[in-house]
């Protein structure tokens, strides 16, 4: 038999740690290769922790809602392999060990008998003072009393409850007796335990009629990443209008051909994302990562998609390798993404090497807003609502005010990094491909 040891894996490398939900085994359950054996939480997914071997849970080594970081061990695993025995540590031959004699065992045993049997007095003691301790304060004890007193452990608080009706008001064998029949109604507040309440347990939200809601475990986890990344990141932003009166007619016109063509909805976010992941080849600098002192220029362009969860949390679903997506492909991986999130059955590899972050806030009616940066990531932009607009519109004739369907772009940078030049330059790239757009354009 051979022991394996489950590890957390790596989940990307701004995740170093991992919050335990829940346990799907219990130790001496059978657990196939492949088979999920917890839970876990991180800021950007909740997933869970395959064996990569086949074997018994012998051991848990955390328990839920335990931290773990990246590479500890979470459970071991008995296998039926066969343990490479040059892992086995060697006995050093040039010691001398003598075995135990049977004089030595004798020795023991004594020396175990006698410790018990000091144990024993000294429990013996302790009880007896207490049962005199009890008959002082109680008056006259008969012996038979006193024995049944030790034997049900009756304490001196729980004795001043009983009335005596012998003589004197003796407490009786019958008395105690009576009282023993009915010990479990007793509910005298002087002999309750007493318990430790913390100021939660006092906690009354019916006293001024407020609700006390705990966070989410996931909840926990993105809080203290959203406020790691502003300790971390010199966040600076920018903004810009972007007329997308062309998008708009565009997509009003093909939606519905794609939708009954390729059975998926067409979106704006696959058209945006287009624009982002152009943008990036345009303006590299923008795909990078900081750590330490070092800049990592990144090779591949991975997309995160800020997602909305029904429990008001966020996810981050990254699309890889964006910029060689074309419109379909792009509509369908930002499609499948978005339905596993809101199901939660994101796999650890599908939050994972994220190199810039997009997040639509105009989908709730938001007309810009300023995102925190995803760590270790330079940049993040969020796209606002669509709005008709008055605008001037110029043309050979002269310029005119008409309506316009235009949206405001926000970019936060980190200007550790990345200054204002470079961001504004890039959020233009992007309103230059949307404004741009091919109403001719087919899908």
């Known amino acids: 038999m051979a022991k394996f040891e ?22 001496g359950d059978t657990i196939d290769f492949d088979e999920p054996v917890v839970e876990i939480a991180t800021d950007k997914v909740d997933s869970e922790v395959p064996s ?3 074997g018994v849970l012998i051991e848990k080594c955390f328990s839920v809602d335990d931290v773990i970081e990246v590479g500890q061990t979470i459970a071991v695993i008995e296998t039926d392999e066969i343990e490479d025995i040059s892992k086995i540590d060697k006995i050093d031959n040039s010691t001398n060990i003598s075995p135990a004699t049977p004089n030595d065992i004798k020795s023991i045993e004594e020396n175990i008998e006698k410790v018990t049997e000091s144990l024993e007095e000294s429990a013996e003691t302790i009880l007896n ?22 034997k049900e452990g009756i304490s001196s608080d ?5 009335s005596g ?27 309750q335990p007493k318990v430790d309440v913390n100021f939660s347990d006092k906690l009354n939200v019916s006293d001024f009629s407020d609700e006390v809601i705990e966070m989410t475990k996931m909840g926990k986890i993105i809080s ?52 982002v992941a152009v943008a990036l080849r345009q303006y590299p600098m923008m795909n990078i990562s900081l750590s330490d002192d070092k800049i990592i220029l990144k090779k591949k362009i991975n997309i995160g998609m800020a997602t909305a969860l029904s429990d008001g949390n966020l996810i981050v679903p990254v699309i890889k390798n964006a910029d060689q997506l074309n419109l ?34 105009g989908v709730f009616g938001s007309i810009m807003g300023t995102p925190i940066i995803n760590q270790p990531q330079v940049g993040i932009l969020a796209f606002g609502a669509i709005r008709k607009m008055p605008s001037v519109i110029e043309t ?20 550790r990094v990345v200054n204002g030049a470079l961001g504004s330059q890039f959020i233009k790239a992007v309103k230059d491909y949307l404004e741009s757009w091919n109403s001719n354009r087919e899908i």
Do not use: C
Not at 8 to 18: D, Q, T
Not at 136 to 147: A, E, Q
Not at 396 to 415: N, W
């Open 158 to 162: 729980e004795l001043s409850l009983i």
């Open 224 to 275: 203290k990443h959203m406020t790691d990344s502003l300790m971390t990141s010199a966040h600076v932003q920018s903004f810009i209008e972007v007329d997308v009166t062309n998008i708009y007619d565009w997509r009003n016109r093909v939606k519905s051909a794609f939708e009954v063509r390729e059975g998926e909805k067409f979106t704006f976010t696959p058209i945006f994302m287009e624009a």
């Open 6 to 27: 489950l590890k957390l894996p790596k989940m990307g490398e701004s995740v170093a740690e991992a919050t335990l939900t829940s346990w799907l085994k219990e130790v």
């Open 129 to 150: 003072s207490e049962v005199e301790k009890i008959s002082s304060n109680s008056g006259f004890l008969s012996p038979l009393v006193k024995n049944i007193i030790k």
């Open 165 to 191: 009706t012998g003589k004197n008001e003796r407490i009786t064998k019958n008395d105690i007796l009576s009282f023993l029949s009915n010990r479990n109604l007793v509910t005298d507040k002087s002999i």
């Open 396 to 415: 050979e004739q002269g310029d005119y005010i008409g309506i316009r369907k235009k949206m405001i772009i926000s970019h936060s940078y980190d200007h």
């Open 328 to 361: 379909v492909g792009m509509a369908k991986t930002v499609n499948d993404l978005a339905k596993r999130a809101r199901n939660n059955n994101l796999k650890p590899d599908d939050v994972t090497e994220g190199t810039y972050t997009v997040t639509n806030v």
């Open 52 to 54: 990569e071997k086949k």
